[in-house]
């Protein structure tokens, strides 16, 4: 039950993401751009999605488990350091270069298109030669 | 260039919102792709991690879904493949460093008032944005 549960929240984000068009990198992009013909569209997504999502935390505040009994499972918020700016400056110039983000590149891969998988290819790795250097990191310290 | 869509991005965007908070009181998570992603890709053994693959098999499903709706999903990229790579392994490595995306620092943490995920979200953003300045005016690629 709860891995249908799982599979449908990719579904309704993955068709929030299509439906907004976060799938198309050039309609980010054009968020990010300023100084062209800017299209806000991209704050207005990020704004309902801020809204439901706050709505569902509020919920999930009020209540010590979720509806299966299972731990609410919240990562810190405090505590900014040089590798949360840091991994957020790397993120931002990815971003900016091709448009895709996590997400919108998954949900994008349903188009078939080539340069869709080989973004998400390279993100793949990107992720997997983090995991290999923090490991090394963490190792010698 | 494209077209100001208020509409499609309120609905979109409180569909990607709704998921989130489902997946946190269902399954207790926070729907941080890049997270949910890399700790999939550690490729934990047993039923305790399965979930994450199906909600991330779920994406594309769902975006396919509307891309039959709506006949066709666009996506019109201007990069080139070598930049489409660099950019790949800068976004999967800056996630997984700074320890969140869009939809984990963006849409999570900003909607739980996290310190930490409004640092991380106004320092992507502002980075994109002078990475998109910087190759659509200084360097004039379109």
Known sequence: MKSAVAALAGILFGAGLAISQMTNPNKVLSFLDFSGGWDPSLALVMGAALAMSALGYQIARHRSATFFGDPIDLPPTAGIDVRLLAGATLFGVGWGLAGFCPGPALAATAAGRLPVWIFVCAMVVGMILFRRIDAVRSHRS | ?142
Do not use: K, Y
């Open chain 2, 1 to 142: 260039m494209t077209e100001f869509s208020p509409v499609s991005a309120l609905i979109g965007g409180a569909l990607i919102g709704t998921a989130a908070s489902l997946l946190l009181l269902a399954n207790g998570r926070i729907a941080g792709i890049s997270g949910i992603l890399g700790r999939a890709l550690a490729f934990e053994p047993g039923e305790r991690g399965s979930w994450r693959i199906l909600f991330l098999l779920g994406l594309p499903v769902g975006a396919g879904l509307v891309g039959i709706v709506r006949g066709g999903l666009v996506t019109d990229i201007s990069a080139s493949i070598p930049t489409l790579i660099v950019a790949g392994l800068l976004v999967g490595f800056g996630t997984r460093l700074g320890n969140g995306c869009t939809s984990g620092h963006g849409v999570c943490g900003m909607a739980r008032g996290s310190r930490r995920s409004i640092a991380a979200t106004c320092t992507f953003m502002a980075t994109a944005a002078v990475v998109v300045f910087v190759v659509r005016h200084v360097l004039g690629s379109p």
